[in-house]
T-cell receptor, first 112, second 121 residues
Framework: DQQVKQNSPSLSVQEGRISILNCDYT??????FLWYKKYPAEGPTFLIS?????DKNEDGRFTVFLNKSAKHLSLHIVPSQPGDSAVYFC???????????FGTGTRLKVLA | AAGVIQSPRHLIKEKRETATLKCYPI?????VYWYQQGPGQDPQFLIS???????DKGSIPDRFSAQQFSDYHSELNMSSLELGDSALYFC????????????????????FGSGTQLSVL
Protein backbone atom coordinates (compact mmCIF):
# COMPACT_ATOMS: atom_id res chain seq x y z
CA ASP A 1 0.00 0.00 0.00
CA GLN A 2 1.78 3.11 -1.28
CA GLN A 3 1.13 5.87 1.23
CA VAL A 4 2.99 8.49 -0.79
CA LYS A 5 2.39 8.56 -4.52
CA GLN A 6 3.93 10.41 -7.39
CA ASN A 7 1.69 9.56 -10.28
CA SER A 8 3.89 11.02 -13.00
CA PRO A 9 6.95 8.83 -13.50
CA SER A 10 8.50 11.37 -15.85
CA LEU A 11 8.19 14.98 -16.92
CA SER A 12 9.88 16.98 -19.67
CA VAL A 13 10.05 20.77 -19.54
CA GLN A 14 11.74 23.40 -21.66
CA GLU A 15 14.55 25.37 -20.07
CA GLY A 16 13.26 28.58 -18.51
CA ARG A 17 9.73 27.27 -18.07
CA ILE A 18 8.07 26.12 -14.87
CA SER A 19 8.35 22.51 -13.70
CA ILE A 20 5.52 21.25 -11.51
CA LEU A 21 5.97 17.95 -9.72
CA ASN A 22 3.05 16.49 -7.82
CA CYS A 23 2.75 14.22 -4.83
CA ASP A 24 -0.29 12.71 -3.11
CA TYR A 25 -0.45 11.00 0.26
CA THR A 26 -3.04 8.96 2.06
CA UNK A 27 -2.02 9.06 5.72
CA UNK A 28 -3.62 11.99 7.52
CA UNK A 29 -1.03 11.60 10.29
CA UNK A 30 1.70 12.90 7.98
CA UNK A 31 2.55 16.43 8.95
CA UNK A 32 6.01 17.03 7.60
CA PHE A 33 7.04 16.79 3.97
CA LEU A 34 10.27 16.95 2.05
CA TRP A 35 11.38 17.07 -1.54
CA TYR A 36 14.64 15.47 -2.60
CA LYS A 37 16.56 15.43 -5.85
CA LYS A 38 18.52 12.34 -6.75
CA TYR A 39 21.11 11.53 -9.37
CA PRO A 40 21.92 7.91 -10.27
CA ALA A 41 24.05 6.06 -7.71
CA GLU A 42 24.13 9.07 -5.40
CA GLY A 43 22.36 9.88 -2.17
CA PRO A 44 19.26 12.08 -2.25
CA THR A 45 19.91 15.80 -1.93
CA PHE A 46 17.52 17.80 0.21
CA LEU A 47 15.69 20.55 -1.67
CA ILE A 48 12.91 21.98 0.44
CA SER A 49 10.54 21.06 3.23
CA UNK A 50 7.16 22.09 4.56
CA UNK A 51 5.29 21.36 7.74
CA UNK A 52 1.54 21.01 7.96
CA UNK A 53 1.17 24.34 9.70
CA UNK A 54 2.04 26.05 6.43
CA ASP A 55 0.63 25.86 2.93
CA LYS A 56 3.61 27.29 1.10
CA ASN A 57 7.34 27.44 1.49
CA GLU A 58 9.73 29.11 -0.90
CA ASP A 59 13.47 28.80 -1.32
CA GLY A 60 14.99 30.45 -4.37
CA ARG A 61 13.68 28.79 -7.50
CA PHE A 62 11.89 26.12 -5.50
CA THR A 63 8.43 26.49 -3.98
CA VAL A 64 6.46 23.76 -2.27
CA PHE A 65 2.69 24.00 -1.89
CA LEU A 66 0.70 21.89 0.54
CA ASN A 67 -3.03 21.27 0.32
CA LYS A 68 -3.89 19.32 3.46
CA SER A 69 -7.55 18.85 2.66
CA ALA A 70 -6.63 17.26 -0.66
CA LYS A 71 -3.59 15.48 0.82
CA HIS A 72 -1.56 16.88 -2.03
CA LEU A 73 1.70 18.72 -2.34
CA SER A 74 3.55 20.06 -5.30
CA LEU A 75 7.01 21.33 -6.08
CA HIS A 76 7.39 24.23 -8.47
CA ILE A 77 10.73 24.96 -10.05
CA VAL A 78 10.97 28.24 -11.90
CA PRO A 79 12.81 28.89 -14.06
CA SER A 80 13.80 25.32 -14.84
CA GLN A 81 17.44 24.69 -15.74
CA PRO A 82 19.11 21.72 -17.47
CA GLY A 83 20.96 20.99 -14.21
CA ASP A 84 17.60 20.33 -12.58
CA SER A 85 17.29 17.14 -14.59
CA ALA A 86 17.14 14.35 -12.00
CA VAL A 87 14.69 12.12 -10.18
CA TYR A 88 12.63 13.99 -7.60
CA PHE A 89 11.21 12.24 -4.56
CA CYS A 90 8.69 13.57 -2.14
CA UNK A 91 8.74 12.13 1.36
CA UNK A 92 6.39 12.41 4.30
CA UNK A 93 6.58 11.63 7.98
CA UNK A 94 4.15 11.57 10.88
CA UNK A 95 4.57 13.92 13.79
CA UNK A 96 7.36 13.05 16.17
CA UNK A 97 9.45 10.92 13.84
CA UNK A 98 11.85 11.21 10.98
CA UNK A 99 10.65 7.86 9.63
CA UNK A 100 10.05 9.20 6.18
CA UNK A 101 7.93 7.43 3.61
CA PHE A 102 9.13 8.14 0.10
CA GLY A 103 7.11 8.45 -3.07
CA THR A 104 8.07 6.53 -6.18
CA GLY A 105 9.84 9.47 -7.79
CA THR A 106 9.38 11.60 -10.90
CA ARG A 107 12.14 11.84 -13.46
CA LEU A 108 12.42 15.45 -14.60
CA LYS A 109 14.17 16.28 -17.82
CA VAL A 110 14.79 19.93 -18.59
CA LEU A 111 15.45 20.45 -22.26
CA ALA A 112 17.91 23.12 -23.37
CA ALA B 1 31.30 21.24 5.02
CA ALA B 2 31.47 17.67 6.30
CA GLY B 3 28.81 15.35 4.97
CA VAL B 4 27.50 11.94 5.84
CA ILE B 5 30.14 9.37 4.94
CA GLN B 6 29.30 5.82 4.04
CA SER B 7 31.68 2.96 3.45
CA PRO B 8 32.28 1.01 1.43
CA ARG B 9 30.93 2.72 -1.67
CA HIS B 10 30.49 -0.60 -3.46
CA LEU B 11 30.31 -4.11 -2.08
CA ILE B 12 29.98 -7.42 -3.86
CA LYS B 13 28.99 -10.50 -1.88
CA GLU B 14 27.73 -13.97 -2.59
CA LYS B 15 24.53 -15.54 -1.33
CA ARG B 16 24.57 -16.53 2.34
CA GLU B 17 27.57 -14.32 3.08
CA THR B 18 27.54 -11.44 5.57
CA ALA B 19 28.10 -7.76 4.99
CA THR B 20 28.71 -4.76 7.21
CA LEU B 21 27.93 -1.26 6.04
CA LYS B 22 29.23 1.77 7.92
CA CYS B 23 27.87 5.25 8.29
CA TYR B 24 29.58 8.29 9.79
CA PRO B 25 27.08 11.08 10.46
CA ILE B 26 27.76 14.76 10.20
CA UNK B 27 29.56 15.98 13.35
CA UNK B 28 27.14 16.86 16.17
CA UNK B 29 24.34 14.90 14.51
CA UNK B 30 23.07 12.35 16.99
CA UNK B 31 20.41 10.64 14.91
CA VAL B 32 21.08 8.15 12.14
CA TYR B 33 18.69 6.52 9.68
CA TRP B 34 19.14 3.65 7.27
CA TYR B 35 17.23 3.35 4.01
CA GLN B 36 17.25 0.68 1.31
CA GLN B 37 16.54 1.47 -2.33
CA GLY B 38 16.11 -1.45 -4.67
CA PRO B 39 16.44 -1.10 -8.45
CA GLY B 40 13.67 1.13 -9.77
CA GLN B 41 12.12 1.49 -6.33
CA ASP B 42 11.70 4.29 -3.84
CA PRO B 43 13.83 4.36 -0.70
CA GLN B 44 12.43 2.26 2.12
CA PHE B 45 13.08 3.12 5.75
CA LEU B 46 14.88 0.34 7.62
CA ILE B 47 15.84 1.56 11.08
CA SER B 48 16.94 4.64 13.01
CA UNK B 49 18.99 5.43 16.10
CA UNK B 50 18.97 8.36 18.48
CA UNK B 51 21.69 8.73 21.08
CA UNK B 52 22.87 5.16 20.46
CA UNK B 53 19.43 3.67 21.08
CA UNK B 54 17.13 2.30 18.42
CA UNK B 55 14.44 4.92 17.94
CA ASP B 56 12.32 3.52 15.13
CA LYS B 57 12.05 0.43 13.01
CA GLY B 58 10.76 -0.06 9.52
CA SER B 59 10.88 -2.90 7.04
CA ILE B 60 14.17 -4.35 8.22
CA PRO B 61 14.52 -8.14 7.84
CA ASP B 62 15.42 -10.19 10.90
CA ARG B 63 18.65 -11.13 9.13
CA PHE B 64 19.75 -7.52 9.45
CA SER B 65 20.85 -5.77 12.61
CA ALA B 66 22.24 -2.34 13.28
CA GLN B 67 23.71 -0.32 16.06
CA GLN B 68 25.00 3.13 16.81
CA PHE B 69 28.27 3.52 18.64
CA SER B 70 29.54 6.00 21.22
CA ASP B 71 31.05 8.18 18.46
CA TYR B 72 27.59 8.16 16.78
CA HIS B 73 28.69 6.20 13.78
CA SER B 74 26.39 3.36 12.83
CA GLU B 75 26.83 -0.05 11.29
CA LEU B 76 24.28 -2.14 9.42
CA ASN B 77 25.05 -5.84 9.65
CA MET B 78 23.48 -8.12 7.09
CA SER B 79 23.68 -11.90 7.34
CA SER B 80 22.59 -14.79 5.12
CA LEU B 81 22.52 -12.45 2.17
CA GLU B 82 19.95 -13.09 -0.52
CA LEU B 83 19.84 -11.97 -4.12
CA GLY B 84 16.99 -9.61 -3.24
CA ASP B 85 19.23 -7.73 -0.82
CA SER B 86 21.02 -6.17 -3.78
CA ALA B 87 20.25 -2.50 -3.44
CA LEU B 88 21.59 0.92 -2.67
CA TYR B 89 21.75 1.43 1.08
CA PHE B 90 21.57 5.01 2.29
CA CYS B 91 22.43 6.38 5.65
CA UNK B 92 21.14 9.77 6.73
CA UNK B 93 21.74 11.90 9.79
CA UNK B 94 19.95 14.76 11.46
CA UNK B 95 20.93 17.09 14.27
CA UNK B 96 18.20 15.98 16.60
CA UNK B 97 15.39 13.57 16.98
CA UNK B 98 11.97 15.20 16.94
CA UNK B 99 10.66 13.22 19.90
CA UNK B 100 7.09 12.97 20.92
CA UNK B 101 5.12 16.11 20.33
CA UNK B 102 8.01 18.07 18.82
CA UNK B 103 7.15 20.74 16.30
CA UNK B 104 9.33 20.55 13.24
CA UNK B 105 10.31 23.79 11.62
CA UNK B 106 10.49 24.19 7.90
CA UNK B 107 14.27 24.27 7.98
CA UNK B 108 14.75 20.79 9.42
CA UNK B 109 16.90 18.73 7.17
CA UNK B 110 17.81 15.12 6.80
CA UNK B 111 21.25 14.72 5.26
CA PHE B 112 21.96 11.65 3.17
CA GLY B 113 25.23 9.94 2.40
CA SER B 114 26.11 8.80 -1.11
CA GLY B 115 25.09 5.25 -0.33
CA THR B 116 26.63 1.81 -0.48
CA GLN B 117 25.79 -0.21 -3.56
CA LEU B 118 25.48 -3.82 -2.46
CA SER B 119 25.44 -6.52 -5.11
CA VAL B 120 24.65 -10.07 -4.05
CA LEU B 121 25.66 -12.65 -6.64
Amino acid sequence: DQQVKQNSPSLSVQEGRISILNCDYTNSMFDYFLWYKKYPAEGPTFLISISSIKDKNEDGRFTVFLNKSAKHLSLHIVPSQPGDSAVYFCAASPSGTYKYIFGTGTRLKVLA
Amino acid sequence: AAGVIQSPRHLIKEKRETATLKCYPIPRHDTVYWYQQGPGQDPQFLISFYEKMQSDKGSIPDRFSAQQFSDYHSELNMSSLELGDSALYFCASSPKSPGAGAVLGTNEKLFFGSGTQLSVL
